[in-house]
């Protein structure tokens, strides 16, 4: 089963543009208590197999190891978690300008049990306020804001295997408004659809 969420809000600014649509699609899971893992699939990314059968293993918040390729900088960037058999204690980058952040993760670097959003009591969040992408949040802590809502720390996190250790993900940070696609691959305007959900 799939389902098509369509961002009606325009953003002001392009970098909003992600920020508005994961949010349209938590407020669909949150409505509808879609029972599943949440994870924030990127367009310029490549991601294992491998990746994809771990995410079946998670039980709260999992992640795992990013690599990023900077063509801005001419380097290769790593976010991990610092893992304890599959405990995170800690994190590790290499990347000076992002070390204030709490977490150190990109945002296909984690996946989340769905009910965290819909049912707080079992989970343990004080609070009744929706988990919800900030956009009013400093480019590049987007990732730490939105983990904040849902973990307290590390010890409700869980790296999954191998992906403490393997990077089975590669951020690319391609520039999508200069990519040719092949003919019909490119949609000008938002599909009109109509869903019913039961």
């Not at 407020?27 to 990746?51: M, Q, S």
């Not at 959003?117 to 009744?128: A, C, E, I, Q, V």
Request: proline share 5%; with cysteine.
């Amino acid at each position: 089963m799939y389902r098509h969420v369509v961002c009606t809000r325009s953003p002001s600014e392009p970098k909003d543009r992600g920020v508005h649509q994961r949010n349209a699609a938590l407020e669909h899971i949150e409505r509808h208590k879609v029972d599943g893992i949440v994870f924030f699939a990127d367009d310029d990314n490549v991601y294992t197999v491998e990746l994809f059968e771990s995410l079946r293993t998670i039980r709260r918040f999992g992640t795992w190891p990013v690599a990023m390729l900077a063509p801005s900088k001419n380097k290769a960037i790593l976010e991990d978690p610092v893992c304890n058999g599959s405990q995170v204690i800690g994190w590790h980058t290499n990347e000076k300008s992002k070390r204030l952040r709490r977490f150190h993760v990109d945002m296909s670097g984690f996946a989340f049990n769905s009910s965290i959003l819909w049912d707080p009591k079992r989970w343990g969040h004080p609070y009744s306020n929706p988990i919800r992408q900030l956009d009013t949040v400093k480019e590049g802590f987007q990732e730490t804001t939105f983990i904040e809502q849902v973990v307290e720390d590390e010890s409700q996190m869980e790296g999954i295997l191998p992906g403490c250790s393997r990077i089975m993900n590669w951020h690319l940070h391609l520039d999508t408004s200069n990519l040719i696609y092949p003919k019909g691959w490119l949609l000008e305007k938002n599909l009109e659809i109509t869903l019913a959900i039961k």
